[in-house]
């Protein structure tokens, strides 16, 4: 019988896919911060459809409520890895109210941890909590700013660094010179937006804005102008919404007359721009412009009550652009009406399509002017919109049903759902929340911090051999009676052939394993027996998404 370390060393080889491609490299995915998923997100199963199917989930590294799901940090996906970033609850010395914090890479396909790094956000303004990373065309840097521009490489060496004389740079953007090179855009906290050059071991202040744009928070978008080049589209606290030349930082155009809530703007292929802004006299409204800031129309979206809310996140793009969805949060604070709502909005007339009543909610400190990032809705290529409701703790899983949302799937959360989300291309779901910890060979169904995999799909879910709902003792004795057989043996089960690869094997094993469910029995010990197929961790179920380059 194969032995547990043999095993283990022939999982690594197989499940290890070489270095190719970004799929999910900033904010909402791209610096247009669409929130387009470029794939099938529910994988065939032959059965009903189920969303929240666990491949795995990694406990963050602190137990703080300062973190993942909380603070609105995201997943970045490439072909190896996931990288999030995370908050502690450590005050940093002489800093009152400051937290540290740091980087975690976890191997994409199983979620075990491939490196971390806790150095990169000790300095005045370095506060991760309200932090994002970004990855760089070329696959090899992993980008933040704050007080200190970072440069981490992927491998999680040592970063490159430059400390401001502004302390408060906030979230971030790149985009890229005529030359290819990275232009990291930032900006601060009631202040200008900045652009930041990097040669590898520097970063330089190229341009910082003449307006004063009042930031609070909004991360900028990118539009490739038909004429003019490459512009920065920037909004913030203020009546106005402007782009900015990339290489100069002058301004282009400026759309005024409405009060923005620190919302980052949404772009599409054609240079046309999307936003939510909420007025300054009450109410709120969706509004496109096209590459020259001309506003092609403006839709109210209409609040429980008719009280006004607000904006603090990105929307998203349907794959065919078409329609344009927004959530709001309740500027009232958690407890006090109205909610926020989700919205989707034909962009093509100009037109609701439906709200949905999502029952959003922010926190009394920046919930309501939008210093603290919400969640961002996202959608894949087949339709599933995910977005969690911010402090009143849920993550809804919708489909755009032309006239209506349709809710497939709700997932509780034990503290806020401020969580973005990002897709790999194999159709996985990756977000940060804190759930009870239920999947893998450590999990002790407690509530945790945790980094999330989903694979959504028809039929039984990963793990469950036989389809009844729960990885258990069932799904091993199926995969062990069947151990290393192949199409054509007396005890082949095509059912425990997980991974479809034409046998039984360490693969399978380490499927049911990594997905038991925690509250049908306890996982079996892998140190129980010398002999037989023994577990090993992660999954390595791999869905067929449809792939489509950005």
Request: hydrophobic share 35%; charged share 15%.
């Amino acid at each position: 019988m194969i032995r547990l370390t043999l095993i283990i060393g022939l999982m690594l080889l197989l499940v290890t896919p070489a270095p190719a491609a970004v799929y999910w490299d900033s904010y909402q995915g791209n610096n247009r911060n669409t929130g387009t998923g470029m794939y099938d997100a529910i994988q065939a199963g032959g059965g009903a459809t189920s969303i929240f199917n666990f491949v795995w989930q990694t406990p963050t590294p602190s137990a703080s409520e300062l973190q993942c799901g909380l603070w609105n940090t995201m997943l970045l996906v490439d072909d190896l890895n996931v990288y999030g970033t995370f908050g502690t609850a450590d005050s940093k010395v002489g800093v009152p109210g400051m937290w540290s914090g740091g980087i975690q890479a976890l191997n994409r396909l199983t979620g075990v941890e491939v490196w971390r790094r806790t150095d990169v956000g000790n300095g005045y303004g370095d506060n991760w909590r309200m932090g994002n990373i970004i990855l760089s065309m070329t696959e090899t840097t992993l980008y933040h700013t704050t007080g200190t521009a970072y440069g981490t490489p992927v491998d999680g060496s040592t970063p490159h660094t430059t400390v401001f004389t502004d302390p408060s740079y906030d979230k971030s953007t790149i985009a890229y010179d005529g030359e290819g090179n990275p232009i990291i855009l930032s900006g601060r906290y009631g202040g200008k937006f900045f652009g930041l050059s990097d040669d590898g071991a520097t970063f330089t202040n190229v341009f910082t804005t003449a307006n004063d744009t009042k930031a609070m928070g909004s991360i900028v978008a990118i539009l490739d102008h038909s004429t003019l080049g490459t512009l920065v589209v920037a909004c913030g606290n203020v009546a106005a919404v402007y782009a900015f030349d990339l290489a100069t930082g002058a301004q282009v155009w400026q759309y005024a007359g409405l009060q923005v809530n620190a919302h980052a703007p949404t772009i599409d292929t054609n240079g046309n721009i999307y936003l939510g802004q909420g007025a300054a006299s009450g109410g709120q409204y969706a509004v496109g412009l096209d590459e020259d800031g001309v506003e092609l129309f403006k839709v109210n979206l209409p609040s429980i009550d008719g009280l006004a809310t607000s904006f603090a996140s990105a929307g998203c793009l349907s794959y065919d652009q078409n329609t344009y969805y927004v959530q709001t949060i309740a500027a009232g604070g958690a407890g006090r009406a109205p909610y926020g709502m989700l919205y989707a909005v034909d962009v093509t007339t100009g037109t609701l399509k439906w709200t949905y009543d999502t029952q959003s909610l922010g926190s009394g400190w920046g919930g309501g002017n939008g210093y603290l990032q919400g969640s961002a809705p996202i959608i894949t290529k087949d339709g599933l919109i995910f977005v969690g409701n911010n402090d009143n703790n849920t993550i809804f899983a919708l489909k755009d049903a032309g006239n209506h949302a349709e809710v497939l799937a709700t997932l509780t959360t034990a503290s806020s759902a401020r969580t973005n989300f990002s897709q790999g291309p194999d159709g996985t779901i990756y977000f940060g929340t804190k759930i009870p910890w239920t999947v893998g060979l450590e999990a002790d169904g407690e509530e945790h911090w945790v980094w999330c995999a989903i694979q959504p799909m028809t039929g039984a879910g990963p793990g469950d051999v036989d389809g009844n709902g729960v990885v258990d003792g069932l799904d091993l004795t199926a995969v062990l009676t069947a151990w290393e057989t192949t199409p054509g043996d007396p005890l082949w089960n095509e059912n425990a052939d997980l991974d479809d690869n034409n046998v039984v094997d360490g693969l399978d094993l380490t499927e049911v394993i990594s997905n038991w469910t925690v509250s049908s029995s306890a996982a079996p010990d892998a140190a129980a027996s010398d002999s037989g197929p023994k577990p090993g961790r992660g999954s390595v179920k791999k869905g067929k998404g449809n792939v489509r380059p950005k």
